[in-house]
């Protein structure tokens, strides 16, 4: 019986492959969710090398056999050969068909299908509200604004003599100043072909009723941009403090825009980052630019939000030194305990504080000397420790309450850390620092939390399908990744009948026949990325004679089980039979039975 998770999601894709609407919404989707955040929210979720692994939410098991690779973007329940991307997923925890899964998913990536359903987005790339469109009105406001920049003073002053940023820094970010009047940006746009809806959807204007106006008004603007460097939406500053209003604010999310996902002076920092070794993560986006002024280029903002596994991803491409410059507060405490296990599931990033002396803002501090800023940039504290110092220094560690307290503190980060020597180095520092035992320390890091992450509810599987039919799929899909990675097992592949495989195997089954030991290149590229995964997971790193000794093995259970499905449905047929036709369906069973004896035989040879 063919993999169901895999049939219903590829039926879904045949449908759609031909609809640039729906394709584009999954893509969307697809750039904007992480497969393992999706999985997390119904399966407790552990890091395994690259992968994550979890107890599968359809059956009682106690090893987990739930593996989800964010590196591929699939998941794989290997106690059951079921597995797939992200709708597949949502369509089998959910009990939902296509649509529903993408009206799931599309919710929480917060990709808007009214949009493609109206045609906003599957139109010509030069066509209205296309998303190319967005980009170039994007652009055009960005130009605008920077002549408007340098034609009003007190703008132009302000970023010249209050911020003292020169004309080369005012170049490269691209500072501009949005006019005070209501429809200034609005009518230049129009003016070259804009419409206001596509305005609207780019970010830049706003309505009231049937009245529509600039989103920003009287503010310096600085473009956001991504990491090619086009212009993705705004972040606007108001030119005096004592002004009505916040002091910021950004461009609200849209197509090209996702605040969560915006690293703010990745474009002109990445070449930077990549010749230091290490990444400086900021809290405001004007420290970006007077530190970029002042020579430190490796430096970027998080956009005015609390860092996010895809601001960590971004930087993680280019260094696993990621430095962030916390408040010393209670604020950059909690978010520093946000932050370690985040970069604890990512792996591979050591994340440091860099502390600003006296509680000085980046940019306070380069005006003050920026060979300062550069030397707390070059001497970072690990977050780990660097947190430990402030949560003790904020008790009484004479006392013990205060012990305790710092204990209950601490103790929840230490659980976080994937590395066993790090916890251990940390378990016995704490036990330094409270004159208790290591014993103790490690006894309350070991123990059961109370409290887990409530996961959502997973809907019940279909029970029509037989045991046997889900242990053959499996089976096959273990004999196909062994095929896909060593010839001599292709080979092996290349005997079996075809019709052995389920229907959903048997495209697989046949191209590795044809090329054995080359992974297929299916057009269900899940399917194959699977097997990949599989193999990865199971045999790795285990010896061609075992691999050949579980092909073998594996292969004759297969045919075993496929030639007694295959005779028992000839036996009832034998039972109403005309003697002619009784011949022909006895030659079947000796046929079946000589399949079955040519590959035990396979297996006792070798």
Known sequence: MADRAFEAYMLCFYRTIHDTRGMDAVADIK????????????????????????????????????????????????????????????????????????????????????????????????????????????????????????????????????????????????????????????????????????????????????????????RVMIPLRDGQGRPVGFTARKLSDTAHGPKYINTPATQLYDKGRQVFGFYLAKEAIRKQGFAVVVEGNLDVVASHQAGVCNVVASAGTALTSHHLKSLKRFTGDIRVAFDDDRAGHDAAKRAIPLAQSLGGIDMSIISVPEGKDPDELIAQDARLWQAVVENPQYMVDWLIDRVAGSVDMKSAQGKRRFVAEIIPILKQLSDPVEQEHYADVLATRTSTSIQTITDKINAKQTTQKRLKRVAPQKQDEQQSAKEQRVREQHILALGSKHSVIGEMVRRIPVD??????????????????????????????????????????????????????????????????????????LAEATENEQGILLQAVKQLDDLIVQFSSSEKTH
């Open 31 to 218: 750039s904007r969710l992480d497969i393992e955040d999706v999985v997390s929210e119904y399966v407790q979720l552990k890091r395994a090398g690259r992968n994550f692994k979890g107890l599968s939410p359809w059956t009682n098991e106690k090893s987990p056999s739930f593996v989800v690779s964010p590196e591929k973007q699939i998941w794989h329940d290997f106690s059951s050969g079921r597995g797939g991307d992200m709708f597949s997923f949502i369509q089998e925890v959910e009990g939902l068909d296509f649509k529903g899964s993408l009206e799931v998913l599309a919710r929480k990536a917060g990709v808007d299908l009214e949009q493609y359903r109206t045609g906003t987005r599957d139109q010509a790339p030069n066509s209205s509200g296309s998303k190319k469109r967005l980009y170039e009105a994007v652009e055009a406001a960005v130009k605008f604004y920077q002549v408007q920049l340098t034609r009003t003073t007190p703008p132009l002053e302000y970023v010249r003599k209050k911020r003292g940023y020169s004309k080369q820094t005012i170049l490269d970010f691209r500072f501009g100043y949005a006019p005070e009047s209501g429809k200034a940006l609005l009518k230049h746009l129009t003016s070259k072909g804009y419409d206001a809806d596509e305005l609207k959807q780019a970010g830049l204007v706003s309505s009231r009723g049937s009245d529509v106006y600039d989103m920003f008004r009287g």
């Open 500 to 573: 052995v495989f389920s229907e959903g195997a048997q495209t697989a089954a046949r191209l590795i026949a044809d090329h054995p030991g080359v992974t297929p290149s299916l057009d269900n590229k899940e399917y194959g990325t699977m097997l990949a995964l599989l193999y990865e997971e199971f045999y790795q790193h285990t010896d061609e004679h075992e691999l050949r000794y579980q092909a073998h093995r594996l292969i004759s259970r297969l045919v075993r089980v496929y030639a007694k499905t295959k005779k028992s449905a000839l036996a009832q047929e």
